[in-house]
């Protein structure tokens, strides 16, 4: 059994931060890659940022410059540091891992970031 936990979001004005957090726990070996998707409302889930197990990053280019993503292997956590955000960040935003062990991805729950104007 795998869980992973979301945490951090909320509610923030334009141009502010906001810090995610990940923790995954359960029966787990290693994890592989990792990484953040957004759902926005009314549309449908979409990458954000992804980081692999060695700590290579990829981002979607509307958050290029803004946002960080970092893990720590040790905690079996990833983050997602957002500043300088704007009113089309909001949406809820799911974590994901990829647990070797299984074969499989799994998701977080999700947690909501609503950006006001």
């Known amino acids: 059994q795998v869980q992973l936990v979301e945490s951090g979001g909320g509610l923030v004005q334009a141009g502010g931060s906001l810090r995610l957090s990940c923790a995954a726990s359960?029966?787990?070996?290693?994890?592989?890659?990792m990484g953040w998707y957004c759902q926005a409302p009314g549309k449908q889930r979409e990458v954000v940022a992804t980081?692999?197990?060695?700590?290579?990053?990829n981002y979607v280019d509307s958050v290029k410059g803004r946002f960080t993503i970092s893990r720590d292997n040790a905690k079996n956590t990833v983050y997602l540091q957002m500043s300088s955000l704007r009113p089309e960040d909001t949406g809820v935003y799911f974590c994901?891992?990829?647990?070797?062990?299984?074969?499989?991805?799994?998701w977080g729950q999700g947690t909501q970031v609503t950006v006001s104007s």
């Open positions: 994901w891992a990829y647990i070797g062990l299984y074969n499989s991805v799994h």
């Open positions: 359960g029966s787990i070996f290693n994890i592989g890659a």
């Open positions: 980081i692999t197990s060695g700590g290579t990053t």
